[in-house]
């Protein structure tokens, strides 16, 4: 909505009303992936693809005017839409077939960003040393993962108390 928004920014009456209701929508979106089991970095994705895939398929034509007395009208495509079309398709383009390798690869990104895990936290998550983990346990398998960096693994249980043994293993998973 936002690029169509930009792109036919003459055709829109009430331009900076729209802008307001976008600009709210995508701030409340980023707030709701603050929460837990959100995730801003799907909400970032999504929001960027939306973005350029706005540019790349829902580039109108800019009508510069209608005569009412023939069928056909004049339609030009603008030059600046013609140039975000390109620019959006390519950048769209490499962003999708990186991600995929990068994905594919088993890369993880965590451990190149030190910054980036406050991307998706809300307090108290955000307090340093705060580490918070999920754990169910399947016969003598404990599996554990780290919530503040999505790390997980399986391990054996051994004769100690399973609470403290998740504990000893969720502050290994999460760096601490």
């Given amino acids: ?3 169509e928004l930009l792109t036919n920014w003459k055709m ?4 900076f009303d729209e802008m307001l209701i976008l600009v709210v929508i995508i701030v409340l979106d980023l707030a709701l992936g603050t ?16 973005f350029l895939l706005g540019f790349v398929i829902l580039t109108r034509r800019q009508h510069h005017w209608l005569n009412l007395n023939k069928s056909n009208t004049s339609q030009k495509q603008e030059s ?4 975000l079309q390109i620019i959006s398709f390519v950048l769209l383009s490499v962003g999708l077939v990186g991600g ?6 088993g890369v993880d990104l965590n451990d190149y960003c030190s910054w980036c895990h406050y991307i998706t936290c809300a307090p108290p998550s955000c307090k340093p040393g705060y580490i918070s983990c999920e754990d169910y346990q399947i016969g003598n398998k404990l599996n554990v993962t780290c919530l503040n960096n999505g790390r997980s693994g399986i391990f054996s249980l051994s004769n100690r108390n399973p609470d403290e043994q998740a504990e000893e293993l969720c502050y290994r998973l999460c760096g601490k």
């Fill in 1 to 3: 909505m936002l690029s």
């Fill in 12 to 15: 829109h009456t009430h331009k």
């Fill in 35 to 50: 929460f837990p089991f959100g995730s801003n970095f799907s909400n970032i994705g999504g929001f960027t693809s939306g």
């Fill in 80 to 83: 600046y839409q013609y140039a």
């Fill in 100 to 105: 995929g390798v990068l994905f594919f690869k």
